[in-house]
């Protein structure tokens, strides 16, 4: 799994939207972490979001607030995307990320769970 986590694959901009510019690096998390298969779910995370904060710092300072601020921007993120997919998508097909998404999510939501278990302290 390392050679793959080293290579891009692809940029999603259909998220694109104004805003502030923690959603962002928030966005990119929750977008990963949508399509990632693989059972080490907050490993990957961790790993994955160090890289990006580390090539985000090269370019423009980042105070450990506004990472601590990343998982509320997550549920945001977290809480529109299940609204909008509950609303235009069948969650019966379980073979679509959308059917791998939604299962459990408005549970998971109303309970206060993060989206992701992983340290934002930095």
Known sequence: MDDV?????FFDFDD??????VMDLAMLLLDTLVLYPCS?????AAR???????????????SRYW?????HF????????????YRDYDPSDRDSWVGRF????KERIEGGLPYVKIDFAC
Do not use: H
Request: with cysteine; glycine share 6%.
């Open 5 to 9: 986590a080293q290579v891009i694959t």
């Open 16 to 21: 694109c939207a104004y805003g502030w510019y």
């Open 40 to 44: 080490d779910r907050e490993d990957f």
């Open 48 to 62: 994955f979001f160090q890289n990006v904060l580390k090539g985000y710092a090269s370019q423009s300072p980042l």
């Open 67 to 71: 990472v601590s601020q990343i998982p």
């Open 74 to 85: 997550l549920a945001l993120l977290e809480i529109g995307l299940y609204t909008q997919l």
């Open 102 to 105: 939604l299962p459990d999510r």
